[in-house]
């Protein structure tokens, strides 16, 4: 049984970081994209960044590029998003997941809340 569970949200001040961890269980990630996506009531889950399967190769929404750092660790089949100079906009349920397929993210985590106040 595959799992991701996400770990490291919470309530930060703005300008604070916080780093998300990802860790997968159940089946070897390693030859795979990842991706944190994040999500708000009312809309639509956004994919915040991605990483290919080396790490060679990266991906950030514009609103994020600068401020956070996607790293993935194949030997502990997991994957990070550092988040610096976080703002009140930043604030979402951000989730992990894993594109088995290329562009389809297949296996989701539970989820891990972001809250930054002002």
């Known amino acids: 049984q595959v799992q991701l569970v996400e770990s490291g949200g919470g309530l930060v001040q703005a300008g604070g970081s916080l780093r998300l961890s990802c860790a997968a269980s159940?089946?070897?990630?390693?030859?795979?994209?990842m991706g944190w996506f994040r999500q708000t009531p009312g809309k639509e889950r956004e994919l915040v960044a991605n990483?290919?399967?080396?790490?060679?190769?990266?991906y950030y929404t514009d609103s994020v590029k600068g401020r956070f750092t996607i790293s993935r660790d194949n030997a502990k089949n997991a994957v990070y998003l550092q988040m610096n100079s976080l703002k009140p906009e930043d604030t979402a349920v951000y989730y992990c997941?894993?594109?088995?397929?290329?562009?389809?993210?297949?296996?989701w985590g539970q989820g891990t809340q972001v809250t930054v106040s002002s």
């Open positions: 997941a894993v594109a088995t397929l290329p562009g389809l993210y297949n296996y």
């Open positions: 990483i290919n399967w080396s790490g060679g190769a990266t």
């Open positions: 159940g089946r070897t990630f390693s030859s795979s994209a």
